[in-house]
């Protein structure tokens, strides 16, 4: 069994929370509702998967700034907006703000569970994503500061000869430095190592 799914859905319409609420049960998922941008905001949430369906043009907090608030409050769901006509403008700012998909109301049912389900699927792929960063980030946390200082130079296309005098070090050194911090980073080859210091952004700070 995976981790449990929420679907959470902003709008001050009550018949739009309601409808959505029993769409989205009916194909199984767990629905949270909320009437308005600020009762989610000041909600409890667990870090579990699902993503967020937000009316734009809400009475208070827009759904814009909603999810310009995701930024700063770190919650990295996803975002599906529904938009009122008339609201394509501030719907086409929400799409260049990161949002999934964007829905016309009224909307299909299936358009609606399509929209889901690529959010979930984004939501997915941020989440192994942020998993394989992090245990990168704990090998990287167990290198000796020589150790990362190779790992830099290396990663930037230079031989051990030319690391070795940059260091001031021998080559040999440098060899060894090199094949331990592989070990700990579990990298195969240079490449595999550099594609991992790409990821955890070494060398640009």
Known sequence: MGEPITIHVVDDDELVLDSLTDL???????????????????????????????????????GLELQGAF????????????????????SVQ????????FLEKPFRDQDMLDAVASALQ????????????????ACYDKLTQREREVMRLVCT?????QAAATLGLSEVTVKVHRGSLMRKMGAKSIAELSRMATLLEIGRE
């Open 71 to 90: 930024g700063r409050l770190a919650i990295a769901l996803p975002v599906i907006v529904m938009t009122g006509f008339g609201d394509i403008r501030m």
């Open 157 to 161: 296309g230079q031989l051990n000869k």
């Open 122 to 137: 984004a939501d997915r792929a941020n989440r192994v994503g942020g998993a394989r960063l992090q245990a990168l980030r």
């Open 24 to 62: 989205l049960r009916s194909v199984g998922y767990a629905v949270r509702a909320y009437e308005s941008a600020t009762v989610f905001l000041s909600s409890p949430r667990n870090d579990e998967p699902g993503c967020v369906i937000v009316d734009v043009r809400m009475p208070g907090l827009s």
């Open 94 to 101: 929400a799409m260049k703000a990161g949002a999934i998909d």
